[in-house]
């Protein structure tokens, strides 16, 4: 059974960094993407970034390019989100998300999700 948990949330200041982590465990992530998404209220979910396991191929949403940084540690099997330089307009749910093979930026290609971790940023 896959399971996705997501960490590092929390309450940050404008300029402000954090780093989400996202453990994956009960299968081998090697064909995987992973990505991650974020959700405000009255929003919409939207992409942010995402990573191919195997070729580290990354993609980035462009409000967040520059910004923000996805990597993934093999040994822990788990990919992280360093969030910098964090805007208000930043504040949502960030989810972490695992599909078979290539990079897609729609959340209904991902088969699996993790419950979401707050981000809030104050002004």
């Known amino acids: 059974q896959v399971q996705l948990v997501e960490s590092g949330g929390g309450l940050v200041q404008a300029g402000g960094s954090l780093r989400l982590s996202c453990a994956a465990s009960?299968?081998?992530?090697?064909?995987?993407?992973m990505g991650w998404f974020r959700q405000a209220p009255g929003k919409e979910r939207e992409p942010v970034a995402a990573?191919?396991?195997?070729?580290?191929?990354?993609y980035y949403a462009d409000s967040v390019k520059g910004r923000f940084i996805i990597s993934r540690d093999n040994a822990k099997n788990t990919v992280y989100l360093q969030i910098n330089s964090l805007k208000p307009e930043d504040t949502s749910v960030y989810y972490c998300?695992?599909?078979?093979?290539?990079?897609?930026?729609?959340?209904?290609?991902?088969?699996?999700w993790g419950q979401g971790t707050q981000v809030t940023v104050s002004s």
């Open positions: 009960g299968r081998t992530f090697s064909s995987y993407t």
């Open positions: 998300a695992a599909k078979q093979y290539g990079i897609a930026t729609i959340g209904a290609a991902y088969d699996y």
């Open positions: 990573i191919r396991w195997r070729t580290d191929t990354t």
